[in-house]
């Protein structure tokens, strides 16, 4: 009997916690399941864009941060599309070209018609091992995408000439701008030259 009375104690315990959960969720929970409906009633195209206006709402409630840096060894084809370079060692004289995911970007009406707009820009330094700055450059890029949603699915790719720089180790320091927001995001990338 005390087993019986432990395990509706476990029931009740789970099902106040699933009715919990579902008086707190979201708006990511409510998009997610009226797609489903969608989806399941054979809509598929509006489930797919409910869905990607849902994460575009959400991630204007993102701080503003970098979700992914990596040095690459070419030209990225796309979003999340890019070859990583294996480690992070440079010949004398090789080019850094980093790809760089931002988060939590602030999107307003653009002049065009029904149209969204987000812009960036970014600074770099570059810095010895100490921390301190060596070179750098502000606005150094400048990036504007206008669409008609919040689109999530945007990088940059930033190309770093270094020629001329002696062989040891260096940060490269990326600080991204959003402009609409005027909010900061840091990121570094320790490197290395390698010697002759």
């Given at each position: 009997?005390?087993?019986?009375?432990?395990?509706?104690?476990?029931?009740?315990?789970?099902?106040?916690?699933?009715?919990?959960?579902?008086?707190?969720?979201?708006?990511?929970?409510e998009a997610?399941?009226?797609a489903e409906q969608l989806a399941t009633s054979g809509d598929a195209t509006k489930a797919r864009e409910l869905l990607r206006q849902a994460v575009g709402d959400f991630s204007q409630t993102l701080p503003f941060s970098i979700g992914k840096a990596v040095f690459i060894t070419k030209?990225?084809?796309?979003?999340?599309?890019?070859?990583?370079?294996?480690?992070?060692?440079?010949k004398a004289g090789e080019t850094i070209v980093s790809y760089v995911e931002p988060v939590g970007l602030t999107w307003k009406a653009a002049s065009a018609k029904d149209k969204l707009e987000t812009r960036f820009t970014v600074d770099f330094d570059i810095l010895n091992p100490a921390g301190k700055i060596l070179a750098?450059?502000?606005?150094?890029?400048?990036?504007?995408?206008?669409?008609?949603?919040?689109?999530?699915?945007?990088?940059?790719t930033l190309t770093i000439d270094v020629s001329g720089a002696p062989a040891g180790d260096y940060v490269l320091r990326f600080h991204f701008?959003?402009?609409?927001?005027?909010?900061?995001?840091?990121?570094?990338?320790?490197?290395?030259?390698?010697g002759p």
């Open positions: 009997m005390a087993k019986h009375r432990s395990m509706l104690a476990v029931v009740a315990a789970a099902s106040m916690l699933c009715i919990s959960l579902e008086a707190d969720a979201g708006p990511l929970v997610a399941t009226k030209e990225p084809a796309g979003y999340a599309m890019y070859e990583p370079k294996d480690g992070a060692v440079f750098g450059q502000k606005a150094f890029g400048d990036f504007t995408f206008t669409g008609y949603l919040k689109n999530q699915e945007i990088y940059s701008n959003d402009i609409n927001s005027g909010k900061t995001a840091t990121i570094d990338q320790p490197f290395k030259i390698a």
